[in-house]
């Protein structure tokens, strides 16, 4: 009797070998504009050994529903740390963010430096708009009201990809152009707003004390390639990576190159 409760005891304290993808590094992707979640299609399926990747679509792009514009990077900060909140993520996480998600990235650095374990800034700036930009922007949420979002889009797409991209990667180019329609005329309008209303954050860089790998493609023609390489610098703990032959999309360009950059910085993660 007294044998096979002992038994029975050390069975019940048996652990299993297992597999949990709660193991592998959080890491919370914000697309940019007027993106959606599906930017990062290429990356869920690379890095899924390595990562637990979350991605959402803002609001009013991809199918999160829209609010009436305008935004703030403040409200887009927060429906990120949401939904961090309602997955259950108590601990920091790698923010990655490309292009305006980087602009969001940045403000969850600035209100909630607690939820940063990393950060990924690709293809973004740390720097508000000029006064030429902010009237820019104005310009476009006039044409999105009264033409529609296609406008918008079909003025972009030209200036998003390498232009090598446009003719060896025609498939890539459509999706693109899919992706962007899929943004309502809020979506559209509210980020502008909230990227023409974002503060400087470059003053702050010297301050964030966090692992950052800094990712641009060499052919970005919205965002020169210098934006990334003087944010580099200006960062205590980052690593610069410029992807060759990718333009404001190294992610969807050059996904291997891409991805062995963000294997090698989430490798950092590991055994801390
Ligand atoms: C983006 O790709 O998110 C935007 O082009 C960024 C910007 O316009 O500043």
């Not at 193991?23 to 050994?49: C, F, K, N, T």
């Not at 740390?126 to 033409?147: H, I, L, N, P, Q």
Request: some cysteine; hydrophobic content about 40%; charged content about 20%.
């Amino acid at each position: 009797m007294t044998g096979s409760n002992k038994k029975s005891t050390e069975q019940d304290a048996l652990l299993m070998s297992h597999q949990d993808s709660a193991d592998r590094v959080p890491v919370l992707w914000i697309h940019g504009y007027p993106l959606s979640s599906l930017l990062w299609e290429l990356q869920i399926s690379d890095l899924a050994d390595i990562a637990r990747q979350i991605t959402p679509d803002l609001r009013g792009h991809g199918q999160t529903p829209s609010t009436a514009a305008p935004y703030s990077m403040e409200m887009l900060a927060n429906d990120c740390v949401r939904l961090l909140d309602h997955l259950g993520f108590v601990g920091p996480v790698v923010i990655g963010g490309l292009s305006m998600g980087g602009y969001v990235a940045l403000e969850i650095c600035r209100r909630h430096p607690d939820r940063v374990a990393g950060l990924i800034l690709a293809s973004t700036r740390a720097g508000a708009d000029s006064a030429e930009g902010k009237a820019g922007r104005d310009t476009a949420a006039a044409v999105a009201t009264g033409t529609g979002v296609e406008a918008i889009v079909e003025g972009m797409l030209p200036k998003l990809l390498a232009p090598k991209t446009y003719d060896e990667q025609p498939d890539l180019v459509d999706f693109v152009r899919e992706m962007m329609m899929e943004t309502s005329v809020d979506g559209v309008v509210g980020a502008l707003a909230a990227m023409r209303d974002r503060v400087d954050s470059t003053p702050g860089l010297p301050n964030l004390q966090i692992p950052t790998l800094v990712i641009h493609g060499a052919e970005d023609q919205l965002i020169p390639v210098g934006e990334a390489e003087s944010m580099a610098a200006a960062l205590p703990d980052a690593e610069l990576v410029v992807v060759p032959g990718a333009g404001h999309l190294p992610n969807l360009e050059q996904p291997e190159v891409f991805g062995d950059a963000v294997r090698g910085f989430l490798e950092g993660f590991y055994g801390e």
